[in-house]
């Protein structure tokens, strides 16, 4: 057995090599200590209880509905809001495209919100808003007034849509490009509908007359030649003539200038 002086001795040595590591101990338990009393004043005190939360960018969503949605309340505290869970909150509203939450110390919270505009109704077995992209949004709420003045896009099935978004999106585009040219000239019958097949193309439908102009798988760049050539044909008729007619052709493949016009039933 070793005596008592050894004894001592060695537990002497393992002291002072034990030393530096409780003296970091002790330091991290310290500055833990003052983290958490940190924390519980930041998250408890009233210094920080919300007293105002901003929303922007709101229109055709209440800014209200965009609170409510937010979960965010007056009187919660600045550092408990999780900006990404509120952000991800308020675009499940088919009116918002995007959400941005941020603090703004000490206590207000600001949301901004970029909205979707809608470009076309779309129908689906049911009657959609579309945005720019082709994008279905929402269901339209006639009723409202939604979609009002936006030319109705025929042709696609819901089933389509669902197999297919990224082509059904993109023949959207291709209508909705169509309608914009046609628009250009202000002299031309008002658009109600346009329809897309994916065998005949595309096809515009005026609003008064519903009368049939029909452009096929035309190209984005060649819809404008198109329709100078409708004008040309549409000028030559008299007003019985436009009256009477139903459908102009403007598909011809081989012989793009041609222009063939049906009236009542005979070409």
Do not use: C
Request: glycine share 10%.
């Amino acid at each position: 057995m070793p005596s008592r002086a050894r004894i001592a001795t060695a537990l002497s040595r393992a002291g002072k090599r034990a030393l530096p590591g409780l003296i970091a101990v002790a330091a991290v338990a310290a500055v833990g200590g003052a983290g958490w009393l940190g924390y519980y004043w930041l998250t408890t005190s009233e210094r920080f209880a919300i007293e105002a939360v901003d929303v922007r960018g709101a229109q055709r969503i209440d800014a209200g509905r965009v609170r409510e949605l937010s979960q965010i309340d007056h009187g919660d505290n600045v550092f408990l809001v999780d900006p990404s869970a509120a952000a991800r909150a308020i675009e499940a509203d088919p009116w918002v495209a995007s959400a941005g939450v941020e603090r703004q110390l000490p206590d207000r919270i600001v949301i901004e919100i970029e909205e979707r505009t809608p470009h076309a109704i779309v129908e689906l077995g049911g009657l959609y808003l579309a945005d720019a992209g082709g994008h279905v949004f929402k269901r339209a709420a006639i009723d409202l007034g939604e979609g009002e003045g936006l030319p109705l896009i025929t042709g696609l099935s819901r089933d389509e849509y669902l197999a297919d978004e990224g082509v059904a999106q993109a023949t959207i585009r291709a209508a909705l490009e169509a309608a914009r040219v046609y628009a250009r000239d202000g002299e031309r019958p008002s658009l109600g509908e346009v329809h897309v097949d994916a065998r005949s193309g595309i096809t515009l439908v005026t609003y008064d007359s519903a009368l049939a102009l029909r452009l096929g798988a035309t190209p984005a760049d060649g819809i404008a030649a198109r329709l100078e050539a409708f004008d040309a044909a549409w000028s030559a008729l008299d007003e019985d003539e436009r009256d009477a007619a139903r459908v102009i052709y403007m598909d011809n493949e081989t012989n793009p200038d041609r222009i063939t016009v049906r009236f009542g039933g005979k070409n």
